[in-house]
Each structure stands twice: as C-alpha cells, then as structure tokens.
C-alpha cells in the first residue's frame, strides 16, 4: 500500500472550526462497533515469536529507506491536517483547536487538533469501562498479536510517516526519529509480548492432591497514560503496556508531540486495536488530571514528564485515597540530572565524543543526557579542546537537512528557560563554547559547554533539559571525594557513566554511585537504552524505576489471583492430633 493510503484527508479552515453534527458528546454518540476476539479455540501452548531488536538503517545517500523518508517529509510538510480525539474509536471534533508547529521553523503549522472538554473525559471513562469488558477476558495471545501486528506495521509501511511526524513536529534528526519512532517502538511492541509470556508462564507449584494456579488478572478500573514530547516511543508504550495486560487506557499525549501520537493512534487502529481499549484524549493536562485523578475507577497511572508534575500527582492520589475503588499503581519516570565522570586513565578521545553524543544529540531533550561532567586536571585540556572542535563541526538547522546534527528545542518555553540558564553561565561560570540563542524563525540553541570550579554550581545541580553541559574540574588525587560529590549532587538517580581504564577504578566508581543511577554506563554516554538490553528507569527524584522494556513494568499492570483447586476435599472437621491417645 502506498504511503499516500495513510494520509488524513486535507479539511478546510469552515470544517475545523466547529464540531460536525456527528461529534455530540453522549455514549450513544460513539460507533457501536465492536471487534470481537478471535475465537480461541487452539490446542496447545501458543508462543509469540522470538523478539529481536528492529535494525537500524543508515539513511545513507542513495539508500532507499533515504529517498521513502525525504518523500515523506517532502509530503507532509506541505499538509496541515486536523487531528480530533478519538474515543470509543469516534473521531470526535471539539471546536477547541490548537496549532503543533515545526520547532525549527516555528510559524509553520503542521496540524490543528482539537482539545478535549470535561465531557469529553467523562466519555472517555466510559467508553474505557464498557470495552473493558470484553478486552480483559480476550486471550492474552489475541491481545499480543495486535501489538506485534503493530510493530509489523510500523517497520514496513508506517516507517517513514511515524518518523517524518517526529522529525516535523518534534525537531529530531532522521538518525534520532530512526532509533526512537521506529526502532524503539517495534521493540517495545515485539518485546513486551515475549515478556507476557514469560510472565503469564509463571505458576506456582502444585502436587497430586491440588492444582494451584494464578490467573494474571488486569487492574480494576482504567489507566491514565501521560507522556512526553521528547521520545515517540515512549509515547507509544506508556498507553500499550497496560493495554497488552488487559486493561483500558486513557491516553493524554504531550501538546507538543501531538503529531506523531496521533498517528501512532492511528496505526494502532489499523493494527485491530478495539474501539475504546486506549482513548486518545488530548488537551489542557490540569483539566484533565483534575478529572481522572479523582475518578473512583482510577486503577493506575503511566507517566513519564516532570518530577514536579509527577509529586503533585502523587500527592493528589495519596490525599484521594478513600475515594477509589482499589490502590492506583502509580508507574513513573521523571526527571534527570545525568553524570558523567572520569577518571585519570580514561580516554580522552573516547569521553569527548560521550559528551558531544550524550549532551547535545537531540539537543539535549532526552531524560538521560549528559548534562554535567566531572574531568580530572591532567586531561581537562585534551577533552576540553577535542570536546569543542566536536562542537564547531557540528552542524545545527532544519532536519530535513540530512547534514544537521541538531534541530531545535520543542518550544518558546523550552528557548526561554535554557536562554536564561546561558546568561546565568555567562556570568557566573566560564563558557568554554556555544552559549548562544536564536530564536527569530526557529528555537535553536547552540550547543554549549561551561566550566565552573564550583561543585555545587547551580548548572551542575538543576535540570535543563537542553544542550548546556557544565563541567567540573576536580584535582587527580581526589577520585574518592569527587565520587562522594557526584553522589550526592543531585536529587536525581537516573543515568550516569565512568570513564577510565582503571579496573580498580571502575569498581570504585560502580560501587560508590550504585544508587545515583538506575542505568549505569561503563565507557559508553549515558543515553541510547535499548529495549531488551537495557531496561530503562531511574529512582530517588528520577521515578518509580519499574524498568520500561522489562518484565518488571508489566508486572505493575496486572493484579493476580490465587486459586486453588482440591481434588479429595476432607469430609471430616477433626484433625489427627485430636484423638485420644
């Protein structure tokens, strides 16, 4: 099929302007269609089939993959679509539309999409709870295999549209969009089916008087998927893992990722997701938080975002707890102030290209970027100046440009907070390289490094989410103390690295940041987790680390129930011990 049978229909400016006289709001108002399960009636122990990690491709010039997804780009940058919720499978237009722009050339719309009202989530509650019943009672095979149809989907035909939408809408370059809207996903899709399994297979003992056995039950009551702008895959498998277990979802995309959700959406569709397991429910997230949080069928939340969006919402259910029917899981993964430090036999080549990768790829925006570095005095000058030569040959602009390293920041509030971090640098620490902002026709900030002798420097210790990296020069003989400031810098446990090729060192330094990083790099930037090799999460202000990619976050949607089955049930109430002697 032609990538052009993917497309949504063009609609005029008269037709987004209102909602359509099918759009009311009442349940009656939803389609009534229903996709019933497949009928299983197989013998035998069905098995998914073995996950592997989806290649990347290079894009290389004259590559075909190079010519689909210049196409595609080509395409649907001159389309402005409309993109409505989607509840109960009804495409439903609410009137109430904003714009998603290209952040690297921001006066370009790509979309307009509708905001949800408060009715509208109370539709999406009950459209959760009226396919519940049946989704939670289909065959756990019949549920993995439209995910894995989906991860099917999006490595053949899906590929470039789901990829050019991220490139578009979320500033990512073809290499960045190819590891996370593509390969990302499909291994979350592919890999999340083979860990039910291996879930659903455990069971506990038995003997020839009884059969014990666990029945893997969904949660009571629906989940509420918040996710970020920044990783389309995790856009993806936020609202899919729960769903696999059996539950119903509602899903709340990031404002600013809402192009590339929509059409994960709509890939879901094709790949024979029911009417109404995940609700597509954008909007003003306060509003729609409000609503959901203190809903009594709240069963779980899946988010990834800000800590300081995710502590108010831990604070909103533990403060609403006699109002639910049961305990919410409560699943997320926030911020991050990532490491990396040094020690005097690391190689010098090797760690400036983890900063240059880990720091400013993506521009900075992913929770697992370098953002603050610890170099030893006898090699700052050769990491320093190989670090900036790295950053002057960087190339930074549109990403339709194959030959740009970096796009731009996702948004004016993004610009406006790490412009304000670069002034704070320029006065108060020495900016080695970058520093600069512009913001006329696209939000572009140059990639930065700062040197301050200040460990507790404020850029060492906050979160900006952008391409600022501060580095710390500590002397040679003080690995053990500076380990011990590491540690102890930040609020954040996410990913960190060690560089060195001092064995003993390692040991020292694995030993001593054991839990200021859920994911701990030897020799390699802390960015690039793959699914099924490195399962990804953080703790202490980082999040639940229930581990996306793993059995472990699966476990979180899914509440068993023992039941055991006796054979020779006893017909006499007296046990042996109370006879006569």
């Known amino acids: 099929m032609s990538t052009s049978a993917i497309r949504p229909k063009r609609v005029s400016s008269a037709s987004r302007s209102a909602p359509s006289e099918n759009d009311g709001l009442g349940v009656e108002s939803v389609e009534p269609r229903r996709a019933a399960a497949v009928l299983s009636g197989f013998n035998g122990t069905r098995r998914v089939p073995p996950p592997v990690n989806e290649p990347i491709k290079s894009y290389g010039p004259g590559s075909p993959e190079r010519a689909e997804l210049k196409n595609r780009l080509k395409s649907m940058s001159a389309e402005r679509i409309d993109i409505p919720l989607i509840i109960g499978g009804a495409e439903i237009r609410s009137g109430d539309v904003a714009q998603s722009v290209m952040p690297h050339k921001h006066r370009h719309v790509l979309a307009d999409w509708h905001r949800a009202s408060a009715e509208h989530v109370d539709l999406a509650v009950k459209s959760a709870q009226q396919a519940a019943r049946e989704w939670a009672n289909w065959a756990w095979e019949d549920r993995a295999a439209v995910f894995l149809k989906a991860a099917e989907l999006l490595a053949t035909k899906w590929r470039a549209t789901l990829n050019a939408a991220t490139m578009l809408g979320q500033s990512k370059t073809a290499f960045q969009a190819e590891i996370d809207s593509a390969c990302e996903l499909i291994d979350f899709w592919r890999f999340n089916p083979h860990y039910a399994q291996s879930l659903y297979d455990e069971q506990p003992l038995s003997d020839r008087t009884m059969w014990n056995q666990l029945d893997y039950r969904p949660l009571e009551g629906f989940v509420y998927a918040v996710t970020p702008f920044n990783f389309t895959s995790i856009a993806g498998n936020l609202p899919t893992a729960p769903a696999l277990m059996g539950n119903t979802v509602i899903w709340k995309p990031a404002s600013s990722a809402m192009l590339s959700a929509y059409y994960i959406m709509k890939l879901l569709e094709e790949a024979g997701l029911p009417p109404g397991v995940i609700n597509f429910v954008p909007g003003d997230p306060g509003m729609i938080s409000d609503k959901l949080l203190a809903h009594r069928d709240l069963a779980g939340v899946h988010f990834t975002g800000s800590?300081?969006?995710?502590?108010?919402?831990?604070?909103?259910?533990?403060?609403?707890?006699?109002r639910y029917k049961s305990y919410p899981r409560i699943v997320g993964e926030t911020g991050g102030k990532d490491f990396i430090v040094a020690h005097r036999s690391a190689d010098p080549a090797a760690l400036s290209v983890a900063i240059a990768r880990g720091g400013f790829e993506y521009q900075g925006q992913k929770c697992s970027a370098a953002s603050r570095v610890y170099i030893p005095e006898s090699i700052w000058p050769e990491v320093r100046d190989r670090t900036v030569a790295i950053m002057k040959d960087i190339r930074m602009g549109d990403v339709t440009d194959f030959r740009n390293f970096m796009g731009a920041v996702i948004d004016k509030k993004a610009f406006t907070k790490i412009s304000e971090y670069l002034e704070h640098?320029?006065?108060?620490?020495?900016?080695?390289?970058?520093?600069?902002?512009?913001?006329?026709?696209?939000?572009?900030?140059?990639?930065?490094?700062?040197?301050?002798?200040?460990?507790?420097?404020?850029?060492?210790?906050?979160?900006?989410?952008?391409?600022?990296?501060?580095?710390?020069?500590?002397?040679?003989?003080?690995?053990?103390?500076?380990?011990?400031?590491?540690?102890?810098t930040s609020p954040y446990a996410l990913t960190g690295a060690v560089f060195g090729t001092d064995r003993q060192a390692i040991r020292e330094a694995a030993l001593a940041l054991r839990n200021a990083a859920g994911n701990f790099y030897v020799n390699d930037k802390p960015t690039g987790a793959v699914v099924g090799q490195q399962p990804f999460g953080g703790a202490r202000g980082s999040g639940t680390n229930d581990k996306a990619g793993s059995k472990l976050?699966?476990?979180?949607?899914?509440?068993?129930?023992?039941?055991?089955?006796t054979f020779s049930p006893p017909v006499d109430y007296r046990y042996p011990f109370m006879q006569e002697e």
Do not use: Q
């Not at 995710?310 to 533990?318: A, D, H, V």
């Not at 640098?425 to 040197?451: D, M, Q």
């Open 553 to 565: 976050n699966l476990v979180r949607w899914i509440s068993p129930r023992s039941v055991k089955e």
């Open 307 to 322: 800590t300081a969006v995710f502590n108010s919402m831990w604070k909103t259910i533990g403060a609403s707890m006699s």
């Open 425 to 488: 640098g320029r006065k108060n620490a020495t900016v080695v390289a970058g520093g600069v902002a512009r913001g006329e026709s696209g939000y572009f900030i140059e990639p930065t490094l700062i040197e301050t002798k200040d460990p507790a420097y404020r850029l060492l210790c906050e979160e900006i989410f952008g391409p600022v990296v501060t580095a710390h020069v500590y002397p040679d003989a003080k690995w053990a103390e500076t380990l011990k400031i590491v540690d102890e």
